[in-house]
């Protein structure tokens, strides 16, 4: 059973105080309007990104109502490839067009930690998994530790509407920390 699964309660139709179920119909209207808005947002940017290619500009800083605007567009090109397909035609040269992969590296971490020990001191951090391990196998004594971190809580918050057959639509997750308006 996952986490998600151990700590997700049903909860009884009609049960919530009327102030949650209050804030949670807002919480949705605002959902649909902030879809709304970043469907719009996105209209917005394809039109000024569409401008400045035709005057082939990647930024302009325009004065708009009295407030200087810079405005960036950068373009790249990505690339993907069908790996089962350049496997079957390269063959053994396939391996001649690998590059270490983060995602791939990051799946399959526990079959390459121990390859990265001989520079570990220069890709790692402290983990508190490793720290724990450590102190209680007896190397490290929990004192030393003292001073030498932070501890932070950050919080994540969801709520989706419920489709069909438990699929979701209109989900909506945010980390609190991290506020970004950044488009992928």
């Known amino acids: 059973m996952s986490e998600s699964e ?7 139709q ?6 949650i179920a209050q804030a949670l119909r807002r919480y949705l209207e605002i959902q ?3 879809a ?7 209209e917005l940017r394809d039109q000024i990104a569409a401008y400045m290619a035709s005057i082939g500009a990647t930024t302009i800083a325009p004065v708009v109502d009295g407030t200087r605007v810079f405005v960036r567009n950068n373009v790249k090109q990505v690339i993907d490839y069908n790996e089962d397909l350049l496997k079957e035609r390269l063959g053994p040269d396939y391996r001649l067009t690998l590059w270490p992969d983060p995602d791939k590296i990051k799946r399959n971490l526990p079959k390459v930690a121990t390859l990265l020990l001989p520079i ?3 890709i790692g ?6 720290i724990k391990a450590a102190i209680n196998g007896g190397k490290l004594r929990k004192e030393q530790f003292d001073g030498a971190f932070e501890r932070r809580q950050t919080q994540s918050f969801a709520v989706a509407r419920e489709r069909g057959a438990g699929g ?3 989900e909506d997750d945010a ?5 970004s308006d950044a488009d992928a």
């Open 32 to 34: 649909e309007e902030t």
């Open 6 to 12: 151990e700590t997700r309660q049903e909860t009884p």
């Open 175 to 179: 980390d609190y920390d991290a506020d």
């Open 125 to 130: 951090s402290p983990s508190p998994e490793a």
């Open 36 to 42: 709304a808005l970043q469907a719009e947002r996105h």
């Open 120 to 122: 570990i001191e220069e």
């Open 14 to 19: 009609g049960s919530l105080p009327e102030d």
């Open 168 to 170: 979701r639509v209109g």
